[in-house]
Structure formats: C-alpha cells, structure tokens
C-alpha cells in the first residue's frame, strides 16, 4: 500500500516506529515525505527546471549535514524566451525589460500550471484532507501547508516552501532519484518517491560564494543572520569536498554565474565584477556581524572566519 491509503493512526504508528529505528524527530520524517510528494508533483510538469540549493545538497549529494526543509526551483529562462547573442552584449534596458518580461512568466507558469496540477492533485488524488495552497504576490513562493500528524512549533513549520526563480539557468544540471529517509528501514509501504533535475553542486557553490559577497558588501544584512548563516555554513561545508576543489578549477563556470548575476542582479553595491578577479568578500563587518541587541553573532562570526581560512577564492 501507498502510505498515504493508510488511515492518520496508521501512518502515525509507522512515523514513530521508523523515527525510533532512524534517531530522527517524527516531525522531521513526516516534512521529508511531504517534500518527496512535492518534488514528485514539481517535476510531472512540462518544463525545464532544476532543483537546487541547500536541500539538494543534503538531500541528492550528502554534502551537508542540517536538514534543509525548502525546496528551491530553477525554472530556466529558456522556457520562455531566445537570446540572439549573449547577456553581456544586451544593453541594461535591454536587459531591465528582458527582466520584467521573465517576471511575468514565472508568475503566470506558478499561478497557472503549478498551482492548478497542486490544486487537482491534492483535491482529487490523494487522501489527505486540509492541505492548503498559498503562493505570495509575485508568484515566486507557494506553500504547501499540510495536516501534521504532530504538534510542531519553532524552527520547523507543517509547510513546504517552494521559492522559484526565473531568472536562473538549470545547467549543469544532472538526474537523480529522490527518496524518504523514512523508507530506507520501512520496506513493505511505498512512499513518494521522485526523478529530479539537480543543479550541479559546483554550480551551487559559486551561487552561494556570489550571494555571500553580495550580502558582504550590502552594508547591513538583508535577512536575519539566523536566516543568512546558512549559506556560511553550506559554503564552509563545500569547500571540505570534492565539489570545492573541481568548482575552484572550473572559472569558465564562475564567469557564467558571475555575468548572469551582473545581468539581472546586479546593483551599485553588490561587485560582482570583483568575484572574476580573485577579490571574494566572504566576511561581513563589523556592523553587519551584530544583531539587533547589539552582540556579536558568535556562530555567524566563527562560520565567517572559518571559511576565509579554508577557502582561497
């Protein structure tokens, strides 16, 4: 049987026996097989798109070890326009109106195939009741709010934030199956279970070493530094593998990311021009390591410094 044909006391018995099998919180397995249940909806959808960031490091490659809960997708530009010749060769109005007009799509594939495929499957498919869709006014994040067997409260939340983007390239990009961690000591109940796309994690990590620069250079932190501190800690993490020492090798692949950001993100403090010449800034000042009570953020500060010594950009 699929796990979601038991009934709520069946499948909370199986959360709990495997969470006492596996050490994990039941909470945790319960938001991983939504997840799964997700990414198996997203990538039914007829269109090119990868999925990337921290749960993909986590969840396809093993290369970090905090559970990351949401789901970032890649929806690439090239689904819905041709470039004559490269960004660097557009003018900035060019590039503005290219900008708005990629907006609009990413909008309109959210609100009207995203939602609407969620919308059928949820209310015809399958048997849960009281899952609700919410998606922000610029379409570029939609949760799935689920009915959680279990009184969850704090960090983790009984929702699935999907946040996209439009303005990205997938590639490189590779396929990869995604599994529960559930189902690994559970064998006789079929979870949700997923083909991806998956951003390649050399491709990531000079994602995360470019926003890192940015938020360096912005002057005072644009999320709060519990938020932020994940890309530290998922770059610090990087550089100890294989993925740094390929993506350190691979400049070809930094300039790509480097010259997509200067065409649609860029701005007067961000510098992205210096990433190309060896000028990465990966420590925040001082200004940028307080918090809002005027401490020094220990854990962001030690991430920090623990990078720019493991790390030679």
């Not at 699935?160 to 599994?179: A, C, D, V, Y």
Request: glycine residues 4%; charged residues 25%; aromatic residues 10%.
């Amino acid at each position: 049987m699929k796990f979601f044909d038991f009934n709520k006391e069946e499948r909370l018995e199986v959360i709990n026996f495997a969470a006492t099998r596996l050490g994990i919180a039941p909470p945790v397995l319960e938001k991983d097989i939504w997840l799964c249940l997700v990414l198996q909806r997203l990538f039914s959808l007829p269109a090119k798109i990868a999925f990337k960031g921290g749960t993909s490091l986590s969840k396809v490659y093993n290369l970090i070890d905090r559970f990351s809960e949401d789901v970032d997708i890649t929806l690439d530009y090239t689904n819905f326009i041709s470039l004559p010749k490269p960004f660097s060769a557009l003018s900035r109005t060019a590039i503005k109106k290219l900008s708005e007009q990629l907006k609009g799509c990413l909008y309109d594939y959210v609100q009207n195939t995203v939602l609407k495929d969620f919308n059928d499957y949820f209310n015809t498919e399958l048997a849960v009741e009281n899952i609700n869709l919410s998606i922000n006014d610029n379409g570029e994040e939609l949760r799935v709010h689920y009915p959680s067997l279990f009184s969850v409260n704090g960090y983790l939340q009984s929702n699935i934030l999907i946040e996209f983007g439009g303005r990205n390239s997938s590639e490189p990009s590779e396929q990869h199956k995604i599994t529960t961690l559930i189902g690994g000591v559970v064998s006789d109940i079929e979870f949700p279970t997923a083909e991806v796309n998956v951003l390649s994690p050399l491709r990531t990590f000079w994602e995360k070493a470019t926003l890192i620069h940015v938020e360096c250079h912005r002057g005072r932190l644009n999320a709060s530094p519990e938020r932020l501190s994940r890309h530290w800690y998922d770059l610090s993490r990087l550089s100890n593998t294989w993925v740094s020492e390929q993506a350190l090798l691979n400049k070809l692949l930094l300039r790509q990311v480097v010259e997509h950001k200067i065409a649609f993100f860029n701005s007067s403090y961000t510098h992205h021009e210096n990433c190309l010449l060896g000028k990465f800034r990966l420590i925040p000042d001082e200004q940028g390591l307080r918090q809002k009570s005027g401490k020094m953020n220990e854990r962001l500060l030690s991430l920090c410094f623990g990078l720019a010594n493991e790390m030679s950009l």
